[in-house]
C-alpha cells in the first residue's frame, strides 16, 4: 500500500516533539511490512528539501506559513493519484486536504488547541485563533479520525466529529523501562521539569509550586531542563526566586541527560495547559520516576491519579505544591506508585501503538506481527 503523510514537522525539525516521535515511529512499521510511505512537510533551515530516513521518504515544501499552500501544490503537481491512503496529521491548523485529495484520507490529531491559543498567542490574537478553530474544524468534512488519548477523542465529539469514526491508538514510547527500580536516586529530593519552555507548559508555576513545598521539605530542588528558545520568562523568575541556590537550570538537554534525570529525579512535574496524552509521564514512569500534573486534558489518560502518580485538586501552584509535599512525605505511597507506573509503561511500546493503527486504518499486517523494534 503507498501512503501519503502530510504533517506540519518531520521528526528532524528542530522543533519536533511527540507528535513527530509518533509518526516517525509508525512510518517505519509500515516500511518494515512493505508499505511505500511519503511524508509531506514544512522545510526549515538548512534541511535537505528531500531524504530517506528509515525507509520512508521525507518532502520539504515551503515554510512556517506556506506550507500549507506548498504542500497542495506539490501534491498537485507530483503526487496525485499516487497514493492510496493518505493521511492528514492536524497540528494546529489542518491541510484541509479533504477539499482537493481524492484517494481515501484519515484526520490523525493529537489534540485540539482550544485554550492553547491564548498561551502561545496571548490573549487579543488567542481568540481569533480560538474562534477560528472551532470554524475550521466544522470544515473538515465527516471523515474518519485517529487520535490519541480518550480525552482528545471527548474533545472532538464535542465539535461534531462522529465518536463512532473515532480511533484511539495507544502512545508508544522510544525509552527502553529500567530493569529494575534500583536506581540511585539524587541525595536530595528533586522535582522535575523537563520538556520545551513554551508558554502552554506553564514551566514557571512548577517553579512557583517548588518555592511553595519548600516551605515543607527545606532539602527540596528543583531541576528544569529545556529548549527555551523564545521564553526568557521561566529564566527571569528563576533568578527572582529566592531558592534560586536551589534550583539548577539546564537548558536543553541530550537524550542521555535526559535519560539520566528522570531516572535520578524523585518526581517530573508537569502543569500544560493541555495534551494529547503527556508523553513525558510514560517516559519517567519507565525510569522509575512518578509524576505530579496538573488534572488536564492528556495527564488524565496518561497518570492513574493515586496509583501511578497524582493529579492536583486545582491546576495552580498551590494544589501542585501540595501534591508534590503529599508524596514525598510518605515514601511508602511513593514507592507503590514508582512501582505501578514502572509496569504500566511497559505495556506503552509503539510495537502495541503500531497494532492499534493498523486496526484503526482498518489495514491488516503485510507481514503479521512482524519483528520487534526498537526506538
Known amino acids: 500500500m503507498k501512503i501519503l503523510w502530510m504533517a506540519w514537522k518531520d521528526i528532524k525539525n528542530p522543533y519536533a516533539g511527540g507528535a513527530e516521535v509518533v509518526n516517525g515511529q509508525l512510518a517505519q512499521r509500515l516500511v518494515r511490512d ?16 528531500e531524504e530517506t530516513r528509515h525507509g520512508y521518504r521525507i518532502i520539504r515544501v515551503g515554510d512556517f506559513h506556506s506550507v500549507y499552500w506548498e504542500a497542495y501544490r506539490y501534491y498537485k503537481k507530483h503526487l496525485q493519484g499516487w497514493a492510496d491512503l493518505v493521511i492528514e496529521e492536524v497540528n494546529t491548523i489542518p491541510f484541509f486536504c479533504n477539499w482537493y485529495v481524492r484517494e481515501r484520507n484519515i484526520l490523525f490529531f493529537h489534540q485540539l488547541c482550544r485554550e492553547i491559543w491564548f498561551y502561545e498567542m496571548g490573549s487579543f490574537k ?29 474533545d472532538l465529539s464535542r465539535y461534531g466529529f462522529k465518536r463512532n469514526r473515532i480511533k484511539v491508538i495507544g502512545e508508544g514510547i522510544e525509552l ?41 521539605l527545606p532539602n527540596l530542588r528543583l531541576v528544569v531542563a529545556g529548549d527555551p528558545s523564545g521564553n526568557d520568562k521561566v529564566r527571569k523568575v528563576i533568578e527572582a526566586s529566592p531558592y534560586r541556590d536551589s534550583i539548577e537550570f539546564l537548558g536543553k538537554v541530550s537524550r542521555e541527560k535526559k535519560i539520566e534525570l528522570m531516572q ?24 522509575g520516576t512518578p509524576a505530579v500534573a496538573y488534572d488536564i486534558d492528556g495527564f488524565r489518560d496518561s497518570i492513574r491519579h493515586g496509583e501511578t502518580g497524582l493529579l492536583t485538586e486545582k491546576n495552580d501552584p498551590e494544589s501542585l505544591a501540595k501534591a508534590v509535599v503529599s508524596l514525598l512525605s510518605d515514601m511508602e505511597r511513593y514507592a507503590m506508585m514508582r512501582k505501578n507506573g514502572w509496569e504500566w509503561s511497559k505495556e506503552k511500546t509503539f510495537e502495541q501503538s503500531y497494532a492499534d493503527f493498523l486496526k484503526a486504518i482498518a489495514m491488516p499486517s503485510l507481514s503479521g506481527k512482524g519483528q520487534e523494534m526498537k526506538g
Not at 528533586?190 to 513554551?198: E, H, I, K, N, V
Not at 524523585?266 to 519517567?284: D, P, Q
Open 34 to 49: 512493505g508499505h511505500e510511505v511519503i511524508f509531506l512537510v514544512r522545510g526549515f533551515a538548512d534541511a535537505p528539501k
Open 126 to 154: 488567542g481568540i481569533f485563533g480560538y474562534v477560528a478553530e472551532t470554524i475550521y474544524l466544522m470544515l473538515l468534512g465527516n471523515r474518519d479520525v485517529i487520535t490519541v488519548s480518550d480525552s482528545s477523542k471527548r
Open 176 to 216: 527502553e523501562p529500567v530493569t529494575d527500580l534500583s536506581l540511585k536516586k539524587f541525595e536530595q529530593p528533586t522535582m522535575l521539569s523537563l520538556g520545551a519552555l513554551r508558554p502552554m507548559k506553564r514551566t514557571d508555576h512548577i517553579v512557583r509550586a517548588f518555592e511553595l513545598a519548600k516551605k515543607d
Open 264 to 287: 535520578r529525579a524523585h518526581l517530573v512535574c508537569v502543569a500544560s495547559v493541555k495534551e494529547g496524552w503527556g508523553l513525558v509521564v510514560t517516559e519517567a514512569n519507565s525510569q
